[in-house]
């Protein structure tokens, strides 16, 4: 066992963790934040997504020691108690989510872009997805949700 | 398991040999991590190098570009630095896997896993890369061709040697770089083929030129052929696609069911040779 010291969804916790754990079975075992998916396992369709100091990552192959000292932020942190994040209700609004395996790991390859850049490109936005898999919308509605959402952020809503 | 968090290289060399030949050097581990998970390595203690101050980051020194060992392959794909002087170091970097995968792999960690057509380490192999290696007694430098002795295999022992970084020579203004790869979609897959090239380039004679292409043999493979008859030559529509014909001399594609056939590889291959010295071409 090795302590560690992150910071999820903005709590702070200092916990001891198995080393082996990869960052996904700690957040979704140990911390039961179940919203961050597992599909591959291997780093290859994104359904493990998380933002992790501003940046996306893929959690299932990132080591939990990894995230020492660190800011991750996971599905559950995106919308503020029941009031939705502007990206989760354009994926609902255009129907951009289907079976909804692919969705907690699009959603925050979507933030971890519009936070940085709220008025992306379709290439920007296709760059920021290319890495998550979905096997039911076909990807159109994905980013017409991501391009609303922009337009929304960029005239200031956030779900806090 | 152990993970130890070194600070420094000096603390990654320290725990390695406390390790005793059980411990990995881990950067982005990408890779690292499937192959333990799915039990292909093991290794008792990790010695993860991604926060330590002296192996990150980019900089220039003196005429050569220096990149950390611990730079992402997103950092180096948006270097202002490498941008400005090798635009296809940041192509090629920018091909490997997804967004974030770049943002936890590295370009060393792309050159240790020593797959045939890995773009980042294709981007950088004709660049003439010096890849700069600490062991317990000291240091060793090795070019690109060194770092791989088979498929899949590097030279590199990760128990008991540590990449600091590579060093890149600032290219002078009559040599431009490219990096070219056939993919079967964007991301998260490796390309059918890849190729890169560096040529110097002088009143409309190549000097030298410098060829690598994958995956058709152990690492980046040198056109050696090719680039010797473009010597003295000038880059015409006709050259450049008799260079990439003379590819295929130190060319050996293997079948592979998902990215091409031998046959098919071998049909491409001149194609995409001649679309890398266009390219160079374009630069002049
Ligand atoms: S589960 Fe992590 S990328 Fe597929
Ligand atoms: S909605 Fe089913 S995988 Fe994307």
Redesign the interface.
Known sequence: MEKLNVTVNGKFMSVDVDPELCLADFLRDRLFLTGTKIGCGKGECGACTVIMDGKAVTSCIIPVMRAEGSVIETIEGVSDGDKLHPIQEEFINKGAIQCGFCTPGMIMSSKALLDRNNDPTADEVKEALGGNICRCTGYVKIEEAVMSAAERMRNGETSK | ???V?AQSAEEALKALKDAEGRGTI?AG??DV??E??EGERTAEV?V?I??AADLRGIRIDGKEIVIGSAATL?EIASDPIVRQYYPSLCKGTGSV?????R??GTLVGNIVTAQPAADGAMSVAPLNPVIVVRTFDGEKRLKISDMYVGFGKTALDTSKELVTEIRIPVPEKDEKASFVRLELR???SLPMLNAAAMVKYSENKVVWARITMGPVGVGPTRAAAAEEWLKGKELTEENMAEAGRLALKDANPRSNPLRGSREYREHSLPIIIRRVLEDIKAQF
Request: glycine share 8%; net charge positive.
């Open positions: 398991m152990k993970y968090i881990i581990g990408t991590m499937v333990l998970h990790l993860d991604t926060k997103s896997g997804s967004l974030q995968i943002n936890t964007k991301s998260l």
